[in-house]
């Protein structure tokens, strides 16, 4: 798997290409990647993911909270395990967020020359949304490339999804982050001295600068969370 965090001097050939956040890299997401996955190398094409960092809700503003289940290198990683060829995790800037939807359409294009499209069914680019699933199916007569929709992935009759997860967490229902997750939940840093209460009650514990809801300001430390 190759991971870049740009676009820039990235050309690639005949791809098929998916678009989301995939935080968490969830049951949901590894279901859908892994179709994903195998259509686009049926096709003899390759299997690109294009994502973004920081979440565009948190650049425009809808989520106070910037804290996220996984790194960016650590999604990536995941992704490159259920297969993924490429993986783009995109910069994304209020600058950005303004872009047209029919320029980002022609950024892919031209950069990743995707010949196929596999989304949500709600899902929609550019600025204010305009690129709808009606829009990129239109537009894909222009550009030299068809479209597809899959729906979310559903447990026990609730999508599964990484809002689920976060409110899953806060609420501290561990078992169920591990069952959406498909794997045990956990927070990865430099462990630092605490207030030795732990030793006091018998318990030693492993201190933490920073953790899901508290994302780490020092580039050393690296967390997992939200």
């Given at each position: 798997?190759?991971?870049?965090?740009?676009?820039?001097?990235i050309h690639l050939q005949d791809t098929w290409l998916t678009i989301g956040t995939f935080d968490g890299v969830h049951l949901?997401?590894?279901e859908i990647v892994r179709k994903f996955v195998n259509e686009a190398h049926r096709a003899g094409s390759q299997a690109v993911v294009f994502t973004?960092?920081?979440?565009?809700?948190?650049?425009?503003?809808?989520?106070?909270?910037?804290?996220?289940?996984?790194t960016p290198e650590?999604?990536?990683?995941?992704?490159?395990?259920?297969?993924?060829?490429?993986?783009?995790?995109?910069?994304f800037t209020p600058p950005i967020s303004e872009i047209s939807a029919q320029d980002i359409v022609s950024l892919l294009k031209s950069h990743i020359d995707m010949r196929h499209l596999m989304v949500g069914p709600d899902f929609a680019l550019g600025h204010n949304r305009v690129g709808n699933i009606q829009y990129l199916n239109e537009t894909g007569k222009d550009f030299?490339?068809?479209l597809s929709t899959i729906k979310p992935v559903e447990i026990e009759g609730q999508v599964v999804s990484s809002s689920r997860i976060r409110s899953a967490l806060r609420d501290g229902n561990i078992e169920l982050v591990n069952n959406l997750l498909g794997r045990p939940y956990f927070?990865?840093?430099?462990?630092?001295?605490?207030?030795?209460?732990?030793?006091?009650?018998?318990?030693?514990?492993?201190?933490?600068?920073?953790?899901?809801?508290?994302?780490?300001?020092n580039p050393g430390y690296m967390f997992l969370g939200d």
């Amino acid at each position: 798997m190759r991971h870049f965090q740009s676009l820039e001097g990235i050309h690639l050939q005949d791809t098929w290409l998916t678009i989301g956040t995939f935080d968490g890299v969830h049951l949901g997401h590894q279901e859908i990647v892994r179709k994903f996955v195998n259509e686009a190398h049926r096709a003899g094409s390759q299997a690109v993911v294009f994502t973004f960092y920081p979440h565009p809700a948190v650049v425009i503003g809808k989520r106070q909270n910037p804290a996220y289940l996984t790194t960016p290198e650590e999604r990536a990683e995941l992704l490159g395990e259920l297969g993924v060829d490429v993986v783009i995790t995109f910069p994304f800037t209020p600058p950005i967020s303004e872009i047209s939807a029919q320029d980002i359409v022609s950024l892919l294009k031209s950069h990743i020359d995707m010949r196929h499209l596999m989304v949500g069914p709600d899902f929609a680019l550019g600025h204010n949304r305009v690129g709808n699933i009606q829009y990129l199916n239109e537009t894909g007569k222009d550009f030299d490339y068809t479209l597809s929709t899959i729906k979310p992935v559903e447990i026990e009759g609730q999508v599964v999804s990484s809002s689920r997860i976060r409110s899953a967490l806060r609420d501290g229902n561990i078992e169920l982050v591990n069952n959406l997750l498909g794997r045990p939940y956990f927070l990865k840093g430099q462990v630092v001295p605490g207030d030795g209460r732990g030793h006091t009650i018998g318990i030693p514990t492993a201190n933490l600068p920073c953790g899901w809801r508290e994302p780490c300001q020092n580039p050393g430390y690296m967390f997992l969370g939200d």
